[in-house]
């Protein structure tokens, strides 16, 4: 469905700009944090699918002055912060050098609304993001310190199931959260991955 003319899309795209956020897509993590209090003062935050920024803008937010917020996309981001920094890059092509580079070995927390290109067939959807939250679970094996957290989008489907499993593989206690704030009749779901072992 077109998001033009939605009167769901325009009433969150209309409140974040209100809010001064470059995307209605805060409100989910906004949620997720009310919920679960996963962002925290001076937490190293790594941002994948960062793009157009809101969801960093909010963990710099919260982070503050002792913490870090580290933005991965393809696309540019429209914000900028003293506590951001942004790499433009593919996921599949982002190393840990990339980030040794910038003087941090790992985070305290990875969120990840990295998302295809939506084509409309629902199954081409969800294996193309299945693809993307593996990868935001593949870079956690890494990048993330024991103990830490990863918020993963997906759009559910057939693997959702078997895209858990391998997630519980290495977190210690895994959920699936449905922000009321997304769009009704969306498959999007966050896999909300806690305590890495
Ligand atoms: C829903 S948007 C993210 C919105 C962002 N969380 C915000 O609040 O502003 C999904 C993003 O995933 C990015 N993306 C998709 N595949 C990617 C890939 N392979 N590497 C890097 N970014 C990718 C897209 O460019 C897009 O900006």
């Known amino acids: 469905m077109s998001s033009k003319g939605n009167p769901w899309f325009d009433k969150w795209a209309k409140l974040a700009k209100e ?19 996963l962002i925290r003062p001076g937490f ?4 994948l699918g960062a793009s157009p920024g809101s969801w960093s803008q909010y963990a710099c937010e919260i982070v503050g002055p002792q913490g870090k917020v580290v933005g991965v996309d393809q696309q540019p981001v429209k914000f900028s912060s003293k506590l951001f920094v942004f790499l433009q890059k593919d996921v599949f092509a982002l190393t840990p050098e990339d980030l040794r580079s910038l003087g941090i070995e790992e985070f305290d927390l990875i969120l990840s609304d990295l998302a295809p290109k939506t084509t409309g067939i629902e199954i081409t959807d969800h294996l193309r993001s299945t693809e993307l939250a593996l990868r935001a679970l593949e870079l956690s094996k890494v990048l993330l310190k024991k103990g830490g957290s990863l918020v993963v989008k997906i759009f559910d489907g057939p693997e959702l199931l078997s895209v858990r499993r391998e997630f519980e593989k290495f977190f210690k206690n895994v959920k699936i ?14 896999i909300l991955a806690f305590n890495k072992l």
Do not use: H, N, W
């Open 44 to 47: 190293r935050v790594l941002d």
């Open 177 to 190: 959260f449905k922000p009321t704030a997304t769009r009704k009749g969306s498959r999007e779901l966050f």
């Open 19 to 37: 809010k001064g956020y470059p995307a209605r897509s805060v409100f989910k993590l906004m949620e997720i944090q009310k919920k679960y209090k």
